[in-house]
């Protein structure tokens, strides 16, 4: 209830114009900072009760089970996570080598993004990012990261912390907490390999 009487709408519109049949048209929930399958699309109805619903999707999908038989479940508040988009296997470097400004998004369910740094070797050093539009709590934010370019291959990552301290983990920090099964809840840190040509691929940096 706390959450629902906070910032959860119904909304009918996106953009100025009527919600889209895929996007849930009519109406449509919307739960900001928490897991996409409490945003529910075609809303009927909505019913109060004094206990969670253990829905098809949030019991099959959303609670994560433990190597020790033990479940986690009702983890609907996203924590912090980031992506670089540009460069990306989407967006390849055009130019060559030369000044290159990497950016990204961050993100978090807890509130404000506060700090994101910028990894160009996997980890082992870091550079602190300049945020975009700040301000706004469990919204996306632009992270950008201004740098030369050598034409040598680079492991990009990037880490965002919120302003709770929460700091984006690597894959074997989340690995060792909740195991190899909590794949919805998966927020940690992203790693695209860029070679020599700037085109980037997808590969594991634990």
Known sequence: MEKALDDVLVAFKANGEALRMEHGYPVRLVVPGWEGNMWVKWLRRIEVTDMAVGGREETSKYTDAYENGVARKWTWVMDAKSVITSPSPQMPIAHGAGPLVISGLA??????????DVSKDGGITWETARLGKQGDTKALTRFYLDTDWTGDPMLLQSRAMDETGYVQPTKDQLREVRGENAVYHNNCIQTWFVNEEGIAENVEVS
Do not use: M, P, Y
């Open 107 to 116: 993100w978090s369910g807890h509130g404000q993004i506060t700090r994101v």
